[in-house]
Each structure stands twice: as structure tokens, then as C-alpha cells.
């Protein structure tokens, strides 16, 4: 499948944020310089420009736009000034994006209608600036006009020529983008759930079925990403059915590890499309002697343990005469060693004859 083709499989999603930062120009007579001036305060004013109200009050904007960031790139690589994502996705994100919307019309109309108020607040939060804030306040209305979002979708179709060369090239990179995207997010894994430790907690399998559903929207991209989907999904369902209590213990805890070091390495991920390499092998490898050692000796001892009853049963039946009730006493011999006697000697002490009336 050519790089073009694989474009007719993505759609770019642009997004517009426009967020006023709270702030208008610093002019000099803002400023009290000479004897008897000071300088702003950093709360108030900045390089050049100065607050004229709580920046607090604009966080949700700035909220929402991380968290429509943060959807795409769930789903989708950067790409022209957007996001590119899988077309089957387009409905699923268009649907986040429109709930995103609708709060951050809501987070406008709010901060909109209390403006004024935002305003007086500030000043008597900073008495001093008041009228270098009351001179940059600017009218609600371009207050307005200045706070906003909207999104765009569409789809590339190439122009003939060294311009479909030159997207051609951008297309190529998107895969090559992606698996050092995985990569870097397998590192970080390891660092944070692995390295060092002989268990992981069961809520790690969460940060890896989000790598796995990412790769397998756009594992049309590059060869190697179908068979990384297969090793995701081989990791996940170590998880299945294999945990002690919160954790994920030897020697299940190895084979997510051995996986994780697979997809923490380019050249392993081609390894291990190329069957030069596999999980089990990895986790041979990864696995400490004393713990594989362990593993041995406790399947071990459950055999062992195992003959040993049976044996036991098998000597109490070749003890036992046939006929079960009709046994001698002699025979209960067998079972019952050193039994003791329930029978007790009665010791009556010597008593003067004037103790023993009083015992009587």
C-alpha cells in the first residue's frame, strides 16, 4: 500500500482555541519610577503587559484545551498543523469534541456575565494598581470577541507532481513518528511500573491498552505495528485471570516485562516481527536464576507432596485387614501407639489421727 493510499485512510483534525489572557498593554504611566516609585508588583504586571484580572478565572479555558489535545493524541499523530487520525475514529472524537465545546461555551458565558465583577475584585485585591487596571480594562464585548473554540475535519487529496512527493515524505514519517512514539512511552513504562522490582500492580495493564488501541488505529502505517498490536495483546492477557490479590507476580510479572523491553527498542520491535525474537525468550532472558530456580522447586515439592499422600494411603490400605469391623484388637495396634491410659492410681496421704477426723 503506497504512503498516498494510507492517507485516504486518515483524517486531520485542526483546532482553534482562542483564549484572552487576561492582560492588556503596560503603558509608562503605569509605571512610578524616580524618587518615591516603586516597582510593580509581579503579581500585576509583567514583561510589558499587565493583569487586570484573576488569571484563575480563565484556568477552564486553558483546561479544555489540554483536554482536547489530549484526545486526538490518544488516537492520532501530529500532522500539518493538526492531528491525524483514523477515519473510523471520526465520529467517536467528533463526539468528545462537541461535549468539549458545549463546556467551553459554558466556561465563556460564565466568565462573561461575571466580567465586571472579575474586574472590581481585582482592584480591590491590588488597591495600588487600581488605576492602571481600570485604564487597561477592556470592553466586554472584545473581551468576547478574543475567547472562542472551534474544530475542523478534513481530508488530504494530493496534487500530481513534487508536491504529492513532499506529502508522500510526510505520509512515511507518520509510522516511523508513531513507533518512537511507543518506544518512549514503553521506556517510561519500565521506569515507572518495572524497573527494579520483582511485581506490578494490575491498574498497570491500563497505560498499555491505551498504547494498543492508538497503535491498532493506525497500524496501516508501518509494517511492524501490526505485529506490535499482536505483542500488546499478548501482554494484556497476562493480566487475565493471572493475579495475587493487586499484583502481577513471577512468572507472569516477566512476561510483561520481557514485552515491555521488546517495545522499548526500534530494533527489537523488527526483531520480533522478523520472529528473530519472541516473548518467551525475552523473559528466559530477564528472569533472575534464583527466581527460576524457585519456580522449579515449588512445582517440585506439590509433586512430591502429591506421592507422598498417596503413598500414605496406599500403606494404610495394605495395613488394613480385610473385613473393616470385624478387626482384632491386636490389629488396631497398627494405628494406635502408646496410648495412654485413662486410668489414674488414687494417692490417699498420711494423716495424723487428729487430721484425719478434721478430713472426714
Not at 190 to 218: A, E, H, P, W
Request: charged share 30%; hydrophobic share 35%.
Amino acid at each position: 500500500m503506497s504512503n498516498i493510499t494510507h492517507l485516504e485512510r486518515l483524517c486531520v483534525f485542526h483546532l482553534d482555541f482562542d483564549i484572552w489572557s487576561g492582560q492588556t498593554r503596560l503603558f509608562a504611566s503605569d509605571l512610578k519610577l524616580g524618587e518615591g516609585g516603586e516597582i510593580p508588583s509581579e503579581k500585576v504586571t509583567q514583561l510589558g503587559s499587565k493583569r487586570i484580572c484573576d488569571p484563575q478565572r480563565l484556568k477552564d479555558f486553558n483546561r479544555l484545551k489540554s483536554e482536547a489535545r489530549r484526545l486526538l493524541t490518544s488516537h492520532g499523530m501530529p500532522f500539518m498543523n493538526g492531528f491525524a487520525v483514523p477515519a473510523q475514529k471520526v465520529q467517536e472524537i467528533c463526539d468528545e469534541l462537541d461535549r468539549i465545546e458545549r463546556d467551553f461555551k459554558d466556561a465563556k458565558d460564565a466568565f462573561i456575565s461575571g466580567y465586571s465583577a472579575a474586574i472590581e475584585e481585582w482592584i480591590n485585591d491590588n488597591p495600588e494598581y487600581e488605576d492602571a487596571i481600570r485604564a487597561g480594562a477592556l470592553p466586554q464585548s472584545e473581551v468576547e470577541r478574543k475567547i472562542g473554540f472551534e474544530y475542523e475535519i478534513f481530508m488530504i487529496q494530493p496534487v500530481e507532481g513534487e508536491k504529492e512527493k513532499s506529502l508522500s515524505r510526510k505520509a512515511e514519517g507518520l509510522g516511523g513518528d508513531l513507533l518512537d512514539e511507543v518506544t518512549q512511552q514503553a521506556q517510561d513504562f519500565f521506569i515507572k511500573n518495572l524497573s527494579g522490582k520483582d511485581r506490578c500492580g494490575v491498574t498497570t495493564k491500563l497505560s498499555l491498552k491505551k498504547i494498543r488501541d492508538k497503535v491498532d488505529g493506525l497500524s496501516f502505517l508501518n509494517g511492524n505495528l501490526v505485529p506490535l498490536v499482536d505483542l500488546l495483546d499478548q501482554t494484556l492477557n497476562v493480566y487475565e485471570g493471572n493475579a495475587i490479590g493487586r499484583s502481577i507476580m513471577a512468572p507472569h510479572f516477566y512476561q510483561v516485562l520481557a514485552s515491555v523491553l521488546i517495545m522499548g527498542d526500534r530494533k527489537k520491535i523488527e526483531d520480533y516481527a522478523n520472529g528473530a525474537v519472541t516473548v518467551e525468550s525475552m523473559a528466559d532472558s530477564v528472569t533472575p536464576s534464583d527466581k527460576s530456580s524457585e519456580i522449579t522447586e515449588v512445582a517440585e515439592t506439590e509433586t512430591d507432596d502429591v506421592s507422598d499422600i498417596e503413598d500414605d494411603i496406599d500403606r494404610f490400605f495394605s495395613q488394613t485387614p480385610e473385613g473393616g469391623s470385624d478387626s482384632s484388637e491386636d490389629d488396631s495396634e497398627l494405628y494406635v501407639k502408646d496410648k495412654p491410659s485413662l486410668e489414674k492410681e488414687v494417692v490417699i496421704p498420711d494423716f495424723d489421727d487428729d487430721d484425719e477426723s478434721a478430713f472426714f
